[in-house]
């Protein structure tokens, strides 16, 4: 083996390294299991959790392991069982350990919902009450604000879908108002949860701070009755969260949808101050509230007024400086600009903007399973006689050019794995095309080789010539896929930007074993001297037909078939012909 050849030799055994050390492990691990085993310093306490758990597991087997947990777990602390996890930041430090796990115990190979079953949402946000009208709104463009809004009403939804223990939700924007709720592995069970969560309304609430908050924590002393514990955001050079005690309802009714508008401005200094608006009944009892509450004359103590949304914290909690009557209200602050985006879009968008779920659809476990089942069978019969064929036809090119074809499932897998593409059978569609178009580029390949030894040429000078003349047909072919499948990945959503995903991939990897894979193999066999012809069957001999006389009538015979085809099955069949989506 030339120099030439060994540096590739070596880097495509990397490649195929890397490849499988992204595929592993390709299926999901039992996260019960995976709790069990990642798990340091445990105790006793911890076995029990565990051995609670596999009694939920094997008493309903259709539980999640994430919902079998959770209840095993309970109140207890379990983030020093997993101190590689940093949960410190988290508002529900269990959910965030078990998510997390969760993510770990996933398998490589990522399936869709219409592999594994899961339940997808396409939910729509009414956002006309930004602006009726075109242009800006308090110096914010309308498109930047209603993106913020959008982007806020996605952080609250992934909250909501993290309770539900879903291992890969695909939470995104979709256009300008729309946004993409995936939940593939959905328990049956917590389903109707899901779609009452998705629909419901962020919570808006304005509660008050204790004011002995800070000797309460810090001498651990009882919560007072009405009041509990909430954890305000990290901010900036913060581990762990500040927490306050909060009480449990609303002050003065300061509940519900009482903001019309909030926005950020700047103080003198440059500073990000929040603004908001109150409806009238809002201003009456924010009025009569920051009057209670405002800093005592006598000992100047200021109140903290928080703001809780969905019964979380949604930022640290600010003081009341005064009376606020005309119901124009400012938080003041250091905020950064980000942050002061954040909080105006929590006290606004969630719930000025209510969410509707325009589309959904449902695929059971049993008919994913059974997806998967066909799916990879397809797979592998269509590997199997491709195989066979190339085998059988082409003799030892056929087993080099089946050898270039499992490198090129590796190594699409692989890449799949590396940037996280969901597995659909649109894409095993594509995995399938991109096996024909592998051993097609072999053929190519092998049919200018059997004709350059026809004319007498050496085995050597043969194989040179037969990629040499073949490349410009390989890689035109190559391209022009390779053009359709990125215009189905840019233009495409769905299951057609899945197909155009794996199949990009696919062609890209083909290209690259039938052109120096294969190569590489011949050379090495060459220079051993291990051939001295290669023995190919020959069931269709040359023979010279003449294309163009019979062009004419072929293409004329060609659109009135299909100018046929279309008006019958359009007149006998009509909308009957497309399909739900």
């Known amino acids: 083996m030339n120099k030439n050849d060994r540096w590739k030799f070596i880097g495509v055994i990397l490649i195929v390294a890397w490849a499988l050390y992204q595929i ?35 008493a309903n087997t259709n539980a999640t392991g994430f919902a079998v947990l959770s209840e095993a777990i309970g109140t207890n602390d379990i983030q020093g069982y997993f101190p590689f996890i940093n949960a410190r930041g988290a508002t529900h430090p269990t959910t965030a350990v078990l998510n997390q796990l969760q993510r770990d115990a996933s398998g490589k190979i990522k399936l869709g919902l219409d592999l594994q079953g899961g339940t997808s949402y396409l939910v729509q946000m009414d956002t006309n009450f930004l602006e009726s009208v075109g242009g800006t709104t308090n110096g914010v463009n309308r498109s930047a604000f209603i993106s913020g809004a959008l982007s806020q009403a996605v952080e609250v939804l992934r909250k909501r879908v993290d309770a539900l223990g879903v291992a890969e939700p695909v939470i995104q924007p979709v256009g300008e108002n729309q946004i993409l709720i995936q939940m ?11 779609r009452e969560n998705i629909q419901k309304a962020a919570y808006l609430e304005f509660r008050m701070v204790h004011d002995d908050t ?37 002050v003065g009714g300061l509940a519900g949808d009482f903001v019309t508008k909030a926005w950020v401005s700047y103080g003198n200094l440059g500073d990000p101050q929040i603004n908001f608006s109150l409806t009238a009944q ?26 809780v949304l969905d019964g979380e914290l949604a930022s640290a909690p600010p003081y009341i400086s005064g009376p606020i009557v005309d119901g124009e209200c400012q938080i003041t602050g250091h905020f950064t600009e980000e942050e002061a985006q954040g909080v105006a879009s929590i006290l606004e968008n969630p719930l000025r903007a209510p969410l509707t779920i325009i589309s959904a659809s449902d695929v059971a476990p049993t008919l994913g399973s059974d997806s998967i089942h066909s799916g990879m069978w397809a797979s592998i019969w269509a590997v199997i006689g491709v195989a066979a064929f190339m085998l059988v036809y082409y003799r030892l090119a056929g087993m080099t050019a089946n050898i270039a074809l499992i490198t ?58 037969g990629y040499g003349r073949a490349f410009a047909t390989i890689f035109d072919s190559h391209v022009t896929t390779l053009i359709s499948s990125i215009i189905l990945i840019f233009f495409g959503t769905g299951e057609i930007k899945g197909f155009g ?22 050379n090495f066999i060459l220079d051993r001297n291990w051939i001295q012809t290669v023995k190919m069957a020959h069931i269709i001999r040359t023979v010279n037909l003449n294309f163009m006389k019979v062009a004419w009538p072929l293409f004329i015979a060609t659109w009135v078939f299909a100018a ?16 739900v989506d």
Do not use: W
């Open 501 to 522: 995903v794996t199949l990009t991939i696919g062609v890209a990897a083909s290209l690259f074993t039938a052109l120096v894979v294969t190569r590489i193999i011949f």
């Open 24 to 58: 592993y492990p390709p299926t999901s691990q039992d996260l019960v299991q995976q709790f069990s085993s990642r798990a340091e310093d445990t105790d006793a306490r911890f076995t029990n959790i565990v051995q609670s758990a596999e009694a939920l597991q094997k």
């Open 282 to 307: 809002g201003a009456k009892e924010f009025a009569a509230v920051t009057t209670q509450y405002s800093p005592d004359p006598q000992t100047g103590q200021k109140h903290l007024m928080a703001i």
């Open 184 to 194: 593939p592995g959905l328990a049956e069970s917590v389903k109707e949860e899901a």
């Open 408 to 465: 090129n499932i590796i190594i699409l897998l692989g890449v799949m794995c590396s940037l996280g593409t969901t597995l659909t059978l649109p894409g095993i569609a594509g995995i399938v095309l991109t096996i024909g178009m592998a051993v097609d580029a072999n053929v190519l390949i092998y049919e200018r080789l059997r004709e350059e030894l026809e004319k007498g040429k050496s085995l050597r000078g043969a194989i040179a010539a």
């Open 214 to 250: 800070a000797a309460i924590l810090q001498n651990h002393e009882p919560i007072p009755p009405g009041y509990q514990i909430l954890k305000a955001p990290l901010e900036p050079g913060q581990t762990t969260p500040q927490p306050y005690v909060v009480s449990k309802k609303p």
């Open 564 to 579: 046929a085809s279309v008006v019958v099955g359009g007149a006998t069949r009509g909308e009957k012909l497309f399909g």
